[in-house]
C-alpha cells in the first residue's frame, strides 16, 4: 500500500481570485509583509500497487484524466510506502 500526496495549484499566469481575497483580509488583520497569496488543493490518495513506479504511475494518470485541469493548473505529488517516514 502507498499514499501518493498530490499538490494542485493554479499556473502562474492563471489569475487567483480566491488568493486575492485571502491577502487582501491578511494584510487587513496586520500581516503587511505577505507580498503574494495563491490557493491551492491537496489532495492524498491511498494506493494499493506492488511497486512504487506502479503507484507513481496511478499518480500521474489521476491527475492528468481528472484531478487537474492541465489548461489552469500545474500538479506535483510524491508517493510513499505506508509505513515510510514521511
Request: include cysteine; charged fraction near 30%; aromatic fraction near 8%.
Given at each position: ?26 494584510k ?23 511497486t ?8 500521474e ?10 489548461v ?15
Open positions: 500500500m502507498f499514499t501518493a500526496k498530490i499538490n494542485i495549484s493554479l499556473r502562474k499566469t492563471i489569475l487567483d481570485p480566491q488568493g486575492k481575497a485571502v491577502e487582501h483580509s491578511l487587513s488583520l496586520g500581516f503587511g509583509s505577505i507580498v503574494d497569496t495563491r490557493i491551492g488543493k491537496y489532495i492524498e490518495l491511498k494506493i494499493n500497487a506492488e512504487k513506479q506502479e503507484a507513481e504511475k496511478i499518480s494518470e489521476a491527475c492528468r484524466k481528472l484531478l487537474a485541469n492541465p489552469m493548473e500545474d500538479y506535483s505529488f510524491e508517493v510513499f510506502k505506508n509505513g515510510d517516514i514521511i
